[in-house]
């Protein structure tokens, strides 16, 4: 007796010929990238109080979507120092002196987490920086006029946000909101583009939100979305390989 | 994704056959013979004529029993597909040790003792089945229901659906699961779609088949990016 079914032909979906694990090959090979490293590059000054460093010698066009100006100066945080100073690019110097901080204490330092970004932030932004996106901290203006860098008094640091937001109004209210919700929105994701404009950055393609240990609820998740209008992407770093998630509320279309 | 249709020829005939009016044809063909069927602890066991069979098969209900049978026609029904069929479209007759089942409620009670999470389950089931899509078992996708756009003889399924209850946090729990669900369902082309079940706990409430109007269901898709993949160099265009 002739027994169609069906349901066999479905399990050829397993040939469906899509990739089957597209970031083997990225990693394997090429994640050490081939650069050369400069001396006498680009000089920055970490300046404790602020948790940034501030740019004192520009080199290259990598400042076009590196860094946010205040005032006319410019200043990176902590994780474009380190990943500037990784690939050679930028000398962080100390106090007062032209003592170049090495590696082991800046790594040092992102590891104390004191300066709103955690080392799974790190990854994440080392990962996407290295393929050419453009980042910048989530609620953090690229670039204001006639503002100065002030660390607001009083305030207990941010760990999302940064220390350097003028607005004290504006600390309470982000501190607010991060209150109600385990997950933070930390980067705001830029896709590569030599044209990209401090001034006027448009949109940015996505928001990287870390959730921590665990997934981010649908309660967390509707927080920060009611927050933010660009779409989340959560990130999961472990054992150094950064995977990202998007969560989206959809309704099924009713079909004929 | 759009959806995968499996020739040529397939999305013009699925057009021209929608779900809605096979199911319908599904509920006069069954009515017309009084279909009835029989509980187990696992399925509904359901004897119908080969025609019959054919419209079920159409609408993609249950799984023919082999037999060799000439002139009757034993298809396996689940749970959800039974209580689908009498409850909603109205067209089966279930017995249980012998006697009729006539009140929906006495069935609901008899699913629920035979499986926990029943009555999640089939609301789940009914609001993707309401939307006309075609539900079958994802089991061998690791999840709970894969839904197809049209019969999968014509299509492939598109989603692949995990249910979870409001209350219950048991699934997707750790970020290992999300990899897992999220990497095995890209892997045969299908979108991870969690249905969320929000709706009161209170087991007198789930007592009664009436408890399914109180439940509202909140879809969320999971999908993984890859940022390799994911670039535009805006200034080629």
Redesign the interface.
Known sequence: ?E??D??V???S??E?G?P????EE?HSGGSVPKLQFRVGSSKARWIAELGLAEVEVKRGKLWTTTGIIRSGKTYCFIEEALYLSEIGELQILGNEDEIVIPLKDLYEKMAEEKSGCSWDNYEVYR??KG???ILGRNGISWTLKDAAITRPNGEEESACAGECLEDKGTVTKLLGDMQICDAKAVFDVY?????FKKSSPGEPSFVACFSG???PS?EDIKVLQKRIAAPL?FC?V?QGRA?????????????? | MAP?W?WKGAEAKA?AE???KTVSELQSSLAQIEVSGFLSSCNVLLSVEPEQAEVL?RCCFG??V?S?EKDKRWIQLSFEEAFFLFYKLKCIKISLRGRSLENEVALWRSMRSFKTNFAISYKAYSH?RS???IV?SGL?YGVDF??Y?????LV??E?AVLVQFICGNDR????S???CS??LT?????TL?VL?INGNVNTENMNLPLCLEDYTV??????????????????RT
Do not use: C
């Open positions: 007796m027994e169609k069906w349901e032909s479905s399990s979906d397993n469906a899509f089957n694990d597209d970031d990225f990962y996407l393929l050419g996106y896709l590569p583009n030599s044209r240990d665990s997934p649908k992407m999961h472990a995977s990202f998630f998007s969560f989206s509320s959809i309704d099924l279309p009713v079909l004929p | 995968r499996k057009l929608p779900v809605s098969d799984r023919p082999v060799a993707l939307k006309n899509w079958r061998q894969v839904v756009r049209h019969h999968p003889s492939h399924s989603y997707l729990k750790v970020w699961d999300i990899h999220v990497r890209g892997s045969v082309a299908k779609l969320y909140e879809e969320q898709t999971i999908r993984r990016w890859s940022p390799e993949l994911g670039r535009e160099d805006e200034t």
